[in-house]
């Protein structure tokens, strides 16, 4: 079964004793719940989705606030259920609790953050929960956030290039590229980290799915083992048929009103993945945006390990948000925001222009606090208008989700007065917005009512007003629930039972309810239906004829107000591409004015940025550590790195040592982190900041086995050593933390002494290189271009304290004995590493001969 095979349908069927539990991974569960504990106090309102089995009725008895009405059956296309979603508002205090007990029963838990009200909950369980079903993509990139994309990605591979597109279909969002480099391949795919690739092959296995882990002869290297690829036919992607959809789709005369003319393996792979999204959207309609294509070295790239050693999404600790820079930075107000912001980060630039405009938004919102005060509250009142709109173009969203559309586009022109006056190019994007969207948003109030029902078949959506055919068979349901109302009264009078009720229900529609003690005055044209415990249940014909009537009316009156619904829904979706259109210039000033307000609390400053190859930090700072340790602790720290015509005097490469954690690997990563920052167009913390754009950031930090690939801890160091050294450039700003360490010490110290001097003298990357291997400061004294740095202690007779201050210098000393006493290894064991280390330091120099190295 596949994920388009099922299908959510409506609510309110009770929950069977069997749901399917065949998906839940323990594991990766805990490992959710910790994330979720970490980010709830920065979400309060997460909503907390989960699949319902057996012990839903006892379990949720005393539970606080269950919206019974959210539950949604999951059915295959083929009919039958195969699970169930519910969902609830959790409050806060009580989180910790009822997640264990879920993630202890063995059900799947999915987080759901930032999610504005129910509404928007259920239709990004609608949307998403395929997903949760579809085998080998559960939980991997489980959790259903708003504010992260969901990507499909389709790669085409020829001998000599290679066609990426990916699509997000909650949100639209629709590109294509193509490149040589397969390498960049395999980092644009761990960018994207796609819930499912489509690839298309010949081989009979055709539609195969394969989980992650699992390979197939027919796929590439370059193709990461970590996700789950869809081996497709080939047809759709044929250069032919692919152009023709596109060409289709998006209305255009030639390939170029797309920007991909020249592309012919984006363009494959583009229109094979919107022919397989057409082909699989359950409301026959797609609400992809149009297409845009881009190309994958005009931006910065993000490597697997530099995203992992840099903690840009998350921690390498455990895995979570918390602590991440993402985390330290992200101050945005919508989730439209929170989701470029990340996009921006994995994805920096490297055009000063485009740097420079973002920097220009930050300095305008730093420089007038009201404005950004004003703007920061007004887009909290905007919701995710792209997965609004996206569900409108799809057919899926409900008149919630219509009103909550309209209450954002009603915000827009507010938003517009705001920044009337503005002379920033990312707040003038928000300057004008098209009438046509204000009349939208008028157009939808004066349709739907206020608070409408969640689902659609049940009526009660539009206003008195709108329709005068509706307003006719309103008046005629409205009479008829007179004329029940009046039966009632008039039964009791004529029978002289106070008590007497008429009541309904779906078994056998409407009847008359007396209680059991009052049945011998029961009038002759009653007819008896059922007998309850102390209660008797009678039909009259004429009661039966009414009802008639009225569920008729009834139902007429739902379906017309659904088409009345569908047509408001499908003039919002004939406006999704400028609403869209609006959402990113939205997104993007929402980002800025999140960067513009941490700038201002944090201390940040603008950096300049240069063409040429300077890196010069005045008082840098490590952008979450210093948000952890309180205000004043953190000991900034200046950089000054790249030699070029005007500054031949730099060096390219820092040589960096100082004693166990003295603070070596939190400057390297404070260097990466402030370019990373300037680069997405960020204020970095620093007193002030000059930086040459860099192609590439490598990083290579501590010793991890890789136990998923059996590698050991040397060949996991080794193979990262060798991919910086073959694709760094003297663009590029590379990190070393203790290269070596992973092999005998005179191995290692070869080792590291080779690839300094490799770097140094070959490749002229920008590079700090933080090593325990003393020996390499006698490399400064040999190349030009290389200097020593030193993180400073004061020794006192007993201890020695941190200063965690780098200046220019080599230290001699590692204190690793004086750490080892700290964690409190005996006396004893301390004196003889004394000794110890007095003759091998003697005798190393000997052996190595380190003074006649040339
Ligand atoms: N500039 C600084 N100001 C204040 N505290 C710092 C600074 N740099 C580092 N620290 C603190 O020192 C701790 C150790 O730093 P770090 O891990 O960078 O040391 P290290 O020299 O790389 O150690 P090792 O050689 O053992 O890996 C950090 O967790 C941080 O809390």
Redesign the pocket.
Known sequence: MTASDIQPTEPHIPPTPHADTRLVDRTKLSKMYQHYVEVKDKYPHALLLYRVGDFFETFFQDAVTVARELELVLTSKHGGEVGRVAMTGVPHHAWERYTTQLVEKGYAVVICDQVEDASEAVGLVRREVTRILTPGTLLEEGMLKSSRNNYLAAVVITSNHWGLAYADISTGEFLTTQDSDLERLTQELMRLQPSEVLVPTNAPDLGTLLRPGETSPHLPECLPPSFCYSLRSQQPFSQAEARSTLLQRFKVRSLEGLGCDHLPLAVRAAGGLLEYVEDTQKAGQVSLQRLRTYTITDYLIVDNQTRRNLEITQTVRDGTFHGSLLWALDKTSTAMGSRALRRWLLQPLLDIKGINSRQDTIQELVTNTRLRQDLRHLLRQIYDLERLTGRASSGTANARDLVALADSLSRLPELANLVIDAHSPFLKALQKVPPILEELAQKIHAHLVESPPLHLKEGGLIRPGVNPLLDERKATVEADHQWIANLEVDERARTGIPLLKVGFNETFGYYISISRAKADQVPANYIRKQTLKNEERYITPELKEREARILTARDDLHKLEYEVFVTLREEVGEQAEAIRHLSRAVAAADVLCGLAELAVYQGYCRPEMVHGREIAIIDGR?PV?EQS?PAG?????STQLGSGEETHQLPDLIILT??????????LRQVGLIQLMAQIGSFVPAKSARLGVCDRIFTRVGAVDDLATGQSTFMVEMNETANILNHATSRSLVLL??IGRGTATFDGLSIAWAVAEYIATDIRSRTIF?T?YHELNELAGMLPNVANYQ?TVKELPDQII?L?QVQPGGADKSYGIEAGRLAGLPTVVIQRAKQVMGQIEKHSKIAMGLQNLD
Request: with cysteine; proline share 8%; hydrophobic share 35%.
């Open positions: 490590h550590v340790l602790f953190f000991v900034p720290n100082g004693p166990n954690a003295s603070g070596k690997s939190c400057y933390d203790e933080a325990h993180v941190f965690h």
